[in-house]
């Protein structure tokens, strides 16, 4: 049995390497076909009609951000449990970012704290909320979407952790993540421990073209060659700069490998929800370990297995010990250094506060084996259990 155990794992098969070393020999490894046929085939998986590939996900959070309209003062509503950079896309155009704690089952954003927020301020005061799909499980989109209209509030889904995963809407019909039926744009991660890697990735989606097209100009530079949008006509050659954007494009043999992990998530997913099983299942005469909870009405895309238990510390070094390197996800962000410099302290959110004292996530990837998970299993029973 190979150790170490993480707590998560890319898995490159033959056919990754052959589709990347197939651009590399190519005419283009950037701004090319391999791009344009990835955000293609990832707008088809998810049912969207329009994806914007980037170099990674916080730029494809802050392109969001730029584009849904997100200005200097503007207050937007995000939830604490997450990665910073579902709240620093917001400061990075000069947003106020107001965390709200999380429903202490699903770890999603409360929606009831959120409206309860709303309530207490006139309409107007926020313009916007960043909803997460944490550790793969899915919020009701459509139920957010009806207190945003109610409020005149923008949504970002940030879907990072649920690529194939979906929950069933008041019409029994099936709501992918990343569809943005009910949020105006979805923002995807293919970092290294995501169930699709392109090494590094982000991904915009959304039914609104203007939207997509600001979105897309923003990862190059603001540039167009649209000739339907220059202001002068002066040859093929010709671009124009409208507007201050970035580099944050992606690079061809990245998209490739992309694309062909895309091929295969459906895949992913089903093992990663046969690894939840047999944990639940494990796990299920232990009062002392909290498993993950998921509604009658989502499907659960697994990007982590969260368990909590009383003494999370004792825990973790002991797996540690065993080599089995579990994770921590995560520190409540209203918490860092930098939010607690803008005024939020600890207290703020009891509930999110209270769940990472106890929160441990253990290794979660479709190549985790099945030995390699009795281990876990094995070594989680020993140590809570002789308390």
Known sequence: MDLPIPYGHQYISDEDIKAVSEVLRSYYITQGPACEKFEKEFAEYVDVPYAGAAC???????????????????????APLTFASSASCIRMCGGNVTFCDIDPKTYIMDINKVRDKLETVP??????????????????????????????LWIIEDACHAPGGYFIDSKGQKQLCGSSRYSGITVFSFHPVKHITAGEGGMVCTRNKALADHMISLHNHGTTRDPNKLTKVDGGWYYEVQELGWNYRITDFQAALGASQLHRNDQGVKRRRQIADRYNEAFASCP???????????????????????????????????????????????????????????????????????????PMFPTLTEKQQEYVIEHVLKFVNKK
């Open 56 to 78: 990674n996900a916080t730029a494809s959070l802050h392109c969001a951000a730029m584009a849904i309209g997100v200005h200097s003062g503007d207050n937007v509503i995000v």
């Open 123 to 152: 309409k107007g005061t926020y313009k916007g909320i960043v909803v997460v799909d944490f550790a793969g499980n899915v919020a009701n989109m459509e139920e957010w979407r009806k207190l945003a209209d109610e409020y005149g």
């Open 288 to 362: 002392d370990i909290i498993t993950p909870y998921v509604e009658p009405n989502v499907f659960h895309a697994y990007h982590l297995y969260v368990i909590q238990v009383p003494d999370r510390k004792g825990l973790y070094d002991y797996l540690k010990e065993q080599q089995i390197l579990a994770q921590i996800h995560y520190y409540p962000l209203h918490l860092m250094p930098y939010y607690l410099s803008l005024g939020n302290k600890k207290g703020d959110l009891p509930v999110v506060e209270e769940y990472y004292e106890h929160c441990i996530s253990l």
